[in-house]
């Protein structure tokens, strides 16, 4: 089956830019979600297909997606955005959905 | 607005049986595909089925097939999660959740989730 990595943890600095990376084997032939979840409450779509944002989500969010390496890079991080997030694939081989480990993001 | 309320989590002893309900309101629910995503205590996300809008096509999680079933019924705008022979690592947050008109799209709302406790 197919398998997302994520860094447990990512600390920046406030005003700085953090970049949360997923994982797989020739992730680029898929199409990457990513989600944010903040502590007690439901996960939120932040990021579409690699680099796509949802209506409403600031442009300091950014995706890519290049070789084995997807990314979500958040600029000029600011204390709200301390979250936990998820990056997801679809599992072309049978039909089920991944989730990468999750990344606990710090704004320091 | 996209709206979704799950219900029916509880505590429920090892192999036994539960049934979880979710509401949708604010859209067209028989359009939309509808998933169940959990995530146990302290953990990560866990996909564990997907539904089409008309059942003819249902995907499920490994560690939950041929135990859980999900359902659903368009005239009630409601899905469900049918668990059997439940286990300790069943225990977690069950969410309900749906990706639109897009069966293999990006999961675009999300309920606050119903909490399943299997323990003894």
């Known amino acids: 089956s197919y398998v997302l990595t994520q860094p447990p943890s990512v600390s920046v600095a406030p005003g700085e830019t953090a970049r949360i990376t997923c994982g797989g084997q020739?992730?680029?032939?898929?199409?990457v979600h990513w989600y944010q979840q903040k502590p007690g409450q439901a996960p939120a779509l932040v990021m579409r297909?690699?680099?796509d944002r949802p209506s409403g989500i600031p442009d300091r969010l950014s995706g890519s997606n290049s070789g084995n390496t997807a990314t979500l890079a958040i600029s000029r991080a600011e204390a709200g955005d301390e979250a936990d997030y998820y990056c997801?694939?679809?599992?072309?081989?049978?039909?089920?959905?991944?989730f990468g480990g999750g990344t606990k993001l710090t704004v320091l | 607005e996209v709206k979704l309320v799950e219900s029916g989590g509880g505590l429920v002893q090892p192999g036994g049986s539960l049934r979880l309900s979710c509401g949708g309101s604010g859209f067209n629910f028989s359009t939309y595909w509808m998933s169940w995503v959990r995530q146990a205590p302290g953990k990560g996300l866990e996909w564990v089925a997907n539904?089409?809008?008309?059942?003819?096509?249902?995907y499920y999680v490994d560690s939950v097939e041929g135990r859980f079933t999900i359902s659903r019924d368009n005239a009630k705008n409601s899905l469900y999660l049918q668990m059997s022979g439940l286990r300790a690592e069943d225990t977690a947050v069950y969410y309900c959740?749906?990706?639109?008109?897009?069966?293999?799209?990006?999961?675009?709302?999300w309920g606050q989730g119903t909490l399943v406790t299997v323990s003894s």
């Open positions: 297909f690699d680099d």
């Open positions: 959740t749906t990706s639109g008109n897009d069966f293999w799209g990006p999961y675009i709302s």
């Open positions: 020739n992730v680029d032939r898929k199409n």
């Open positions: 997801q694939v679809r599992d072309d081989n049978n039909d089920h959905w991944v």
């Open positions: 539904i089409k809008r008309d059942e003819s096509e249902k």
